[in-house]
């Protein structure tokens, strides 16, 4: 089965930095995909990690250990735009599975 | 510019009824997905597609029909026997299978459609 654990909600003041654990028991891997999803809209992709290692793009940044079953997300200068749902996926063969989400609020 | 267009956005039915969600994409991709959108849980796969009339059962098909007689379009019957339709449901397309040959498909995701059934 898929297992895929991320935190349900954090907060965090604008300017400041969040970091999004996502922990994954899958039963194959072929990549993890984090995506951004505001409230009643579409999920727009992020990042996507396959080695280990970080890759940055922006103010986001994604992290990701195979061994560990362990990835992140780094969001930095925090914009109130930033508060939105972050979903963490595996790519298992064809099937990507999905965590809850974590939802993220960005105070003034 | 290119996309999914996801159809009714919201959309109410009596217990009981059978309710077609459209999806239809112009990125030219072969593979597309329904998923379904519950409140505290993952999106779960209804069911994929590959490629024009062939499609999958993806983890919680019971309840649920599609169809792909085009490239461009990838509708979705929730029917009576599902038991709990009231979701949001989210259709995606990619180049190919997420996974495949190729490596990263990245999804690209409607804007969905939330079904209430009173």
């Known amino acids: 089965g898929q297992n895929i654990d991320q935190p349900t909600e954090m907060t965090a003041t604008e300017g400041a930095i969040v970091q999004i654990n996502c922990t994954y028991q899958t039963s194959g891997f072929n990549g993890l995909f984090w995506y951004q999803q505001h409230a009643g809209e579409a999920p727009t992709f992020l990042s996507y990690n396959v080695l280990d290692g970080l890759e940055e793009k922006g103010r986001f940044s994604s992290f990701l250990s195979r061994s560990k079953g362990y990835s992140y997300l780094l969001l930095k200068e925090l914009q109130m735009k930033d508060s939105a749902s972050y979903l963490c996926?595996?790519?298992?063969?064809?099937?990507?599975?999905f965590g809850a989400g974590t939802t993220v609020t960005v105070r003034a | 510019d290119g996309g999914i267009t996801q159809s009714p956005k919201y959309l109410f039915r009596k217990e009981g009824q059978n309710v077609t969600l459209s999806c239809e994409q112009n990125l030219n991709h072969d593979a597309m997905y329904w998923y379904r959108q519950d409140p505290g849980q993952g999106l779960r796969l209804i069911y994929y597609?590959?490629?024009?009339?062939?499609?999958q059962k993806g983890d919680i098909a019971e309840g649920y029909s599609v169809s792909r007689e085009k490239k461009e379009s990838f509708p979705l019957t929730v029917t009576s026997a599902q038991k709990n339709p009231t979701a949001f449901y989210l259709c995606a397309s990619s180049i190919s299978l997420a996974g495949g040959p190729g490596g990263a498909n990245v999804l690209t995701f409607g804007a969905g459609s939330r079904l209430t059934v009173l």
């Open positions: 597609s590959q490629i024009v009339n062939d499609f």
């Open positions: 996926a595996v790519i298992n063969d064809y099937k990507l599975s």
